[in-house]
């Protein structure tokens, strides 16, 4: 297993345009997050998932944001009508227990979204 | 609403001496407190957890302390290397076993300098 991976790295887009992030995560973990990161910031919680199950989702998450995570597996992040706030870097995570019972993520490289 | 603090920006410390890197929680139903490392153009990895039960946890160079009555936490890094620069991102939760969101601080960059 190589990790998380998430695709595509950095999208440049206009103002205006819908765009897609995909997320694979760690096979075996059931848990799936999604994190925004601006600049100088930590890592803010979007969504997350147990298995397709949409568990949490933050105030953050306006309704030009949607997550889907089908089968359980890999999920996908919209962003329709995107905003030049939108502009981050979006974090995808997977969790499995750690030995001290401690909900340990592991994270991708993450997606940064610029918006022109 | 930010429940977990971090107050310092960033951080500068000579190779070979102790980094101290502090954070600060509000809520006290979190149960676990984590501690990640960030490089650049790379995701947080995940460095040594504590659970709120406990005062210290250790693992080779990294020692993390919770005092709960002060809702406060450190990280200590004996000794720091060149390879410890890095942004270091406090993180509290419920456990694994809760189904629960993971809240992070802002972050402290960690110099090293020779």
């Known amino acids: 297993d190589t990790g998380v991976s998430q695709d595509p790295r950095h999208k440049i887009t206009k103002r205006g345009q819908n765009v897609t992030f995909r997320c694979d995560p760690i096979?075996?973990?059931?848990?799936l997050y999604w994190y925004r990161q601006t600049l100088g910031q930590g890592p803010e919680f979007l969504t997350y998932f147990q298995n397709e199950a949409q568990l949490e989702k933050s105030r953050l998450l306006s309704d030009r944001f949607s997550a889907e995570r089908p089968k359980g597996s890999f999920s996908t992040l919209e962003i329709q009508r995107t905003e030049q706030g939108d502009s981050a870097m979006y974090l995808c995570a997977s969790s499995s227990p750690g030995a001290s019972g401690a909900n340990v993520l592991t994270f991708g490289a993450g997606s940064r979204l610029t918006v022109l | 609403d930010q429940q977990v603090k971090q107050n310092s920006p960033s951080l500068s410390v000579q190779e070979g001496r102790i980094s101290i890197l502090n954070c600060d929680y509000t809520n006290s139903m979190f149960d676990y407190f984590l501690w990640y490392k960030k490089y650049p153009a790379e995701g947080p990895t995940f460095l040594i957890s504590?659970?709120?039960?406990?005062d210290k946890n250790e693992d080779g160079r990294f020692t993390v302390f919770l005092n709960k009555s002060a809702k406060h936490l450190s990280l200590h890094i004996v000794p720091s290397q060149p390879g410890d620069s890095a942004v270091y991102f406090c993180a509290a939760s419920t456990g694994y076993s809760s189904a629960s969101k993971i809240i992070f601080g802002s972050g402290t960059r960690l110099s090293i300098r020779p």
């Open positions: 096979s075996e973990h059931n848990r």
């Open positions: 504590i659970s709120s039960i406990k």
